[in-house]
């Protein structure tokens, strides 16, 4: 017996989850209180929900992203492949935070892969829903990079946290996304990569702070 046919793509359009919706307007006060007047109204009107039945690609290295996502559950990576075709991953994005990078802001191709995982449920918005709130909403765009910007503070937390190497960078990385801890959902090569080590390095630090107490044994 055939499937139905929105069981055979990766992920499909679904209802808004309004918990999920609230989560994202909490961490865009997080960046900027009290948010522009009818900025809320205007991203429960255009705003959808995309649930993700397979791991794959949203966007293809070398095209113009033009959705941001907001993680409501679920893992997204962000990747390129080199010159020589070797995969390294420049980002891993989890639950609660916001995927939208120069490429979304500017319309521009971007040199890299946008992977989502099995299962992850997600709120999204396109680059002319965006433009379109600038010209209508006073404030939407200066909420925009403000954004971007608290995303530099989170790219030099993640350096940090690798310049500290060894356990510590492991301790760090499996502190913020404990789901990925003992359900590996995301492989350990990829985050051998995200972590500039290799994976036999990131599994022998990982089994040495369970076995220490350190991290939680599942």
Request: hydrophobic share 40%.
């Amino acid at each position: 017996m055939s499937l139905p046919k929105n069981e055979k793509q990766p992920s499909s359009i679904v209802p808004m989850n309004a918990k999920a919706f609230k989560w994202l307007i909490e961490t865009l006060q997080a960046v900027k209180n009290p948010l522009p007047d009818h900025l809320e109204d205007y991203l429960e009107s255009v705003m959808q929900a995309r649930y993700c039945r397979l791991t794959h690609n949203l966007h293809e290295q070398d095209t113009i992203i033009d959705k941001a996502y907001f993680i409501s559950s679920g893992y997204i990576i962000v990747y390129y492949f080199n010159a020589e075709g070797k995969l390294s991953v420049l980002r891993i994005y989890g639950p609660g935070q916001i995927v939208a990078g120069n490429s979304f802001m500017n319309c521009i191709k971007a040199g890299y892969c946008i992977k989502v995982y099995e299962d992850a449920y997600l709120l999204e918005i396109t680059h002319s829903q965006m433009e379109t709130g600038y010209k209508t909403i006073p404030g939407m765009d200066e909420l925009a990079r403000l954004t971007l910007a608290s995303f530099e503070d989170k790219e030099m937390f993640r350096d940090e946290m690798i310049r500290k190497g060894g356990e510590d960078s492991v301790l760090h990385f499996y502190r913020m996304f404990p789901g990925l801890l003992h359900i590996r959902i995301i492989r350990d090569e990829y985050i051998a990569s995200y972590l500039l080590m290799s994976a036999d390095y990131l599994q022998r630090c990982r089994m040495r702070l369970i076995e220490q107490g350190i991290l939680p044994k599942e």
